[in-house]
Nanobody, 115 residues
């Protein structure tokens, strides 16, 4: 069974940075496209970014382009999301998952951007 454990969230002021990590187990991580998603209060979960298994394709939703960077370490079975220039609109619970997403999700990590 695939397990995904997100970490690295927290409270940060506007303009600040955070680095999220997601450790995967129970999957052949190196073969999977991995993605970050987020869900803000009272909103649908949305795809934020994804990275293919050999990093040949990286996608960002328009609202985070130039501010967020997705990366992965296949040896550590970990995917990262470096988030810079954070704004209150980035406040959400952030989840990692494969793309397409598996039916089960981790607990996510809360990111709150507020002064």
């Amino acid at each position: 069974q695939v397990q995904l454990v997100e970490s690295g969230g927290g409270l940060v002021q506007p303009g600040g940075s955070l680095r999220l990590s997601c450790a995967a187990s129970g999957t052949i991580f190196s073969l999977r496209t991995m993605a970050w998603y987020r869900q803000a209060p009272e909103k649908e979960r949305e795809l934020v970014a994804y990275i293919t298994n050999q990093r040949r394709t990286i996608y960002y939703v328009e609202s985070v382009k130039g501010r967020f960077t997705i990366s992965r370490d296949n040896a550590k079975k970990t995917v990262y999301l470096q988030m810079n220039s954070l704004s209150p609109e980035d406040t959400a619970v952030y989840y990692c998952n494969e793309r397409p997403a598996l039916s089960s999700w981790g607990q996510g990590t809360q990111v709150t951007v507020s002064s």
